[in-house]
């Protein structure tokens, strides 16, 4: 039995928690939240424990759970490294590059695992767009593009917005692109970006971002997101020279097709996936996450990957700040 404590009860740890109790031979033993109520009803639907302090658990358990707003990430990955605890952390890996940093050499020294939770590539649509890619049908990568646009924050409290905790799109939300990007087309050498804040009552909350990168492999891969769209869709997809491929949907998350021609194909097809963003993939990623640790495998996303998204997430505030391109050193993903 794999013992667990989850670190954040708030509305990520709802798809967690809920995956993990699909999940053979694991118990989630303890809940921590600043909010006590929260971790109370979390705990009692669970069977689970609630404490003030996640050192009062960590002798109890075998895998952590960091489920909190990323400025917070540092010192509660820590207190589990240093227990010998092996750490889920919730993208992004950090707000600050040198508190990502810390966590990453704290995991290699340990000797535990310090893995990021970007259950994008547990994804069907992303997944049939990386193994399309990768099977050559396409060619040598020319482009890749990322089109996210919809209304993101709204009205009301959120951690996201809050002046204590704001980390804004690019960092937070941006990751998961980045990260697809490293995973499907290739590792990032430079970065020039555009960013916008469209919201008067929240300044310094980026909600929009353009930005184009050279690939390693001489190719390009461009983002275009926004969280102030009064309408939404989103598309990722590759220009190769043999063919194109690309999945869309609906709204910021949904994908609802396939689409793929090359040039040996008379027409377009179209797959319809339906590949909803719901649990399904928190589900296929936690099984990969239990198993790498009840098997001592390595995992497919590691710390270095968080680290490495992180450090193109700095780029882009920098290039747009400073309007000068910037180079970027990232590593290469499984």
Known sequence: MLNIAIIGAGGIAKSHVGSLQKIPNTKIVGIIDINRER????????????YDDPEDCLGEVDLVYVLTPPSSHKELVLKAINAGKHVVCEKPISSSLED???????????????????????????????????????????????QRIGMGVGQGYNWRTDPKLMCGMSIESLSHDIDLIRWIAGDIIDVRANVFESR????????????????????????????????GMNSRGIIGTKGTAFVEGP????????????????????????????????????????????NDLQPTITGEDGLAALRVSQAILESYHKKVVVSVVTTSVV
Request: charged residues 20%; hydrophobic residues 50%.
């Open 39 to 50: 971790a109370e009803a979390m705990a009692a639907t669970h069977n689970a424990m609630v």
């Open 100 to 146: 990502a940093e810390i966590m990453v050499q704290a995991a290699r020294t340990a000797k535990v695992k310090l893995i990021i939770a970007f259950n994008m590539r547990f994804r069907k649509g992303f997944r049939r767009l990386k193994k399309i890619f990768a099977s050559g049908e396409l060619g040598n990568l020319v482009s890749f593009w990322s």
């Open 251 to 294: 709204g910021l998350w949904d994908l609802k097709n396939f689409h793929w021609k090359t040039q040996d194909m008379e027409g377009e097809m179209i797959e319809v996936i339906n590949d909803a963003f719901d649990s399904c993939s928190y589900l296929e990623e936690n099984q990969h996450f239990i198993d790498c640790i009840v």
């Open 200 to 231: 008067a009552d929240l300044p310094g909350f980026d909600n929009n971002a353009n930005v184009v990168f050279s690939l390693a492999n001489g190719s390009t891969a461009i983002i275009h997101a926004s969280w102030s769209s009064h309408l």
